[in-house]
């Protein structure tokens, strides 16, 4: 079956760094667009970035463009994201999730930024 | 950017009683829209893509319809288990937006 495992979330302090990944198994992860989309405690959910299955287009919400950076390894079923210079607004839990249309998530991973 | 804005905010039904929840897109979407369920603590689920397919696995219960700007979800007869946020995507265009959510309630 489907399986994707965030992992990586946790305490950071304000312009800090942290790097997300995500595991994908039970289908060819190569195959597939993935994305990132987050969601703020007590908010809706919110896109985030998106990657093509051979990385060659990349798009980024606003709100992280030049922060933030998406990332594949096809070899070994694995999406990042990298988070530099991290606000108390990218608090939030982070999802990835596969397709174009979403149609499998993980359980996410807590992000808190805070001094 | 897109906008999509979702009503009612928070909509109270009784188990059995049918629920409609809308989505209106700033600009047409075509029939770019998905549904999602979402409960705390849990994975957001796809129920409805192409703005009226059922996602694997979703009962038929759960309905979608529109095109263009106007959407709707319809649950037919709520079950306990109906009691969520439920939100709206348009995939048509870059950035990718989401509705703000409708939550489901018992009334």
């Known amino acids: 079956q489907v399986q994707l495992v965030e992992s990586g979330g946790g305490l950071v302090k304000p312009g800090g760094s942290l790097r997300l990944s995500c595991a994908a198994s039970g289908f060819t992860f190569s195959d597939y667009y993935m994305s990132w989309v987050r969601q703020a405690p007590g908010k809706g959910l919110e896109w985030v970035s998106y990657?093509?299955?051979?990385?060659?287009?990349?798009y980024y919400a606003d709100s992280v463009k030049g922060r933030f950076t998406i990332s594949r390894d096809n070899a070994k079923n694995s999406l990042y994201l990298q988070m530099n210079s991290l606000r108390a607004e990218d608090t939030a839990v982070y999802y990835c999730?596969?397709?174009?249309?979403?149609?499998?998530w993980g359980q996410g991973t807590l992000v808190t930024v805070s001094s | 950017e897109i906008v999509m804005t979702q009503s009612p905010a928070t909509l109270s039904v009784s188990p059995g009683e049918r629920a409609t929840l809308s989505c209106r897109a700033s600009q047409s979407v075509s029939s770019n829209l998905a549904w999602y369920q979402h409960k705390p603590g849990q994975a957001p689920r796809l129920l409805i893509y192409g703005a009226s397919t059922r996602a694997t696995g979703i009962p038929a219960r759960f309905s979608g319809s529109g095109s263009g700007t106007e959407f709707t979800l319809t649950i037919s007869s709520l079950q306990s288990e109906d009691f969520a946020v439920y939100y709206c995507l348009q995939y048509n265009n870059w950035p990718r937006t989401f509705g703000q959510g409708t939550k489901v309630e018992i009334q």
């Open positions: 999730a596969r397709g174009n249309t979403m149609n499998y």
């Open positions: 990657i093509t299955s051979s990385a060659d287009t990349i």
